[in-house]
């Protein structure tokens, strides 16, 4: 049996979301509150009190505008007539909420057909490689939907796609920024950076996705690749050895290991090993003179060149007195 704390308790958090203007959870709060009060022995001043609290929360509920327009000709609280009303009153949540998902849905519904309608017409742009028409629909689609997930990256990684790296940037950082966990921009962003030849940039895209979502061989690839382009040879060594790690039949891998791996490391090179693990192998095990380390990779020596031998100083004629003369 409910006592009269807990109805004061529903009647005052009806009235709390009746100051927010929170109709749907002023409804259910009230209607809880008045089923409550009817099956309760609640007597006397404390019944009055409950009702004198009830009447000031119907009056909030029914000035609302929303309410208004559901019950035109109002609703008032008439004491003995709780169970009746707090079965009215759910029902008047129950249509609603209905009615909202209902509308929720057709907007939903709308609002996707209007972004398929606004992509779809900025691809066909972008196939007849019109840029500045395609980035008219792709920008207005985008304002009116910010929000909408993963909009910006399908715009973006369109725009790589069809080979206009630059104009993709834009939505796939702005979509990096509105969701850091979802992988998909940031692969994209990699690509358009690798397109524009943009190293540094594309090494810290490496850098963030192994940081956030961790490496593979396809990754380590890629980042041995860009570091060969910055003539970085040890780290696109180091790189490829990764990808060989991950996947020791990785052909892209070895041939960048196999390329590297003797021009830097001479005979210590081992198929497969790091950097590290190869110095660290070579002071454990050198004795004497260390071989000098050639990182030349046009084929030429990379050691100290020997001294020539010195030429020998013409042998002096002996002096004409000294000479001795042969008569034959």
Known sequence: MSSP???KENIA???????RKDYMRCLHALSLSLD???SSQVFGREKFEIGILIDEVFRQLMAMEELKRVLPRGLKYVKGQEKKLAALLMKIHDTIKNALEKAAVEKVRKQKNQ?????????????????KEAKKYFRKITEAFPDERGLLQDVGGRLVKTGFPSDGVEYLERAIEKNPSDSRPYISLLSAYEMMTEQDKALAVIKDIVRRFGANESIFIRQAKLFLGKRMYTEAYDAAAAALKANPLNRE???????????????GYTPGATASDIKAKSSAGGKGKKESVSFSLDGSSGGKKEKPAKKKAPAKKPAASKAIKLDF
């Open 5 to 7: 704390k807990s109805i």
């Open 13 to 19: 958090r009806a009235k709390s979301y009746g100051q």
């Open 36 to 38: 409550e009060l009817a």
């Open 115 to 131: 972004i398929d309608k606004f992509v779809l017409a900025g691809q066909k742009f972008l196939m007849e490689k019109n840029v």
């Open 253 to 267: 891998a070895k041939k960048i290991s196999d390329k590297l791996g003797p021009k830097i490391f001479g005979r």
